[in-house]
């Protein structure tokens, strides 16, 4: 099984501050990587996919980059509803998702 | 606009069954697939399975092979999970996902609200 190491697990930021969360495979999932945002009693949220690919309505602060075993997830300048956990999950063996990020308002 | 819908709430004892539902809208059914996630409070997400719209094919993961079954409706456009011998461990909200029709390694562009089962005796 392929595991997911996202860091840090807590990211204190202030709005307009720029975040990069990090998610680090156990071996190569080539670009078969999505990042989804998850806020309190709700549904994740597909924000990127394959790597480096904006999911429909997402805004363009959002970025995804990486291949191989290493992805960053990049919010340009943090709005107040970015405030969330956000999963990174694999899809190249079967399917496994990270441990999650939160990001907090500092 | 796409929609999946799923089935309320349940409260289970140990060694009992669920069975929650997964209506979608606003999509051909039949052109995705639907996978099924899973969330233990206050932990991440769990994929367990994924069932083709399509073709009716299924992938279980191994943690809950053999206590899993995933199948649709495709009148209904409705799609089933079912998990048997309940244990505390299984309390959890589940969410099903839209998801592609011929494979299991999936990105998932929609999701239903969860539904929260409850394992206690």
């Known amino acids: 099984e392929i595991v997911l190491t996202q860091s840090p697990a807590t990211l204190s930021l202030s709005p307009g501050e720029r975040a990069t969360l990090s998610c680090r495979a156990s071996?190569?999932?080539?670009?078969?990587l999505a990042w989804y945002q998850q806020k309190p009693g709700q549904a994740p949220r597909l924000l990127i996919y394959?790597?480096?690919n904006r999911a429909t309505g997402i805004p363009a602060r959002f970025s995804g980059s990486g291949s191989g075993t290493d992805f960053s997830l990049t919010i340009s300048s943090v709005e107040p509803e970015d405030f969330a956990v956000y999963y990174c999950?694999?899809?190249?063996?079967?399917?496994?998702f990270g441990g999650g990020t939160k990001v907090e308002i500092k | 606009q796409v929609h999946l819908v799923q089935s309320g709430a349940e409260v289970k004892k140990p060694g009992a069954s669920v069975k929650v539902s997964c209506k979608a809208s606003?999509?051909?059914?039949?052109?995705?697939?639907i996978g099924w996630v899973r969330q233990a409070p206050g932990q991440g997400l769990e994929w367990m399975g994924w069932i083709s719209g399509y073709s009716g094919k299924t992938n279980y993961a191994l943690k809950v092979l053999g206590r899993v079954t995933m199948t649709t409706d495709t009148s209904t456009s409705t799609a089933y999970m079912e998990l048997t011998n309940l244990r505390s461990d299984d309390t959890a909200v589940y969410y099903c996902?839209?998801?592609?029709?011929?494979?299991?390694?999936?990105?998932?562009?929609?999701w239903g609200q969860g539904t929260l089962v409850t394992v206690s005796s």
């Open positions: 071996q190569s999932v080539s670009t078969y």
């Open positions: 999950q694999q899809r190249n063996d079967w399917l496994t």
């Open positions: 394959d790597a480096s």
């Open positions: 996902a839209r998801g592609p029709p011929d494979t299991a390694m999936a990105t998932f562009d929609y």
């Open positions: 606003g999509y051909t059914f039949t052109s995705y697939g």
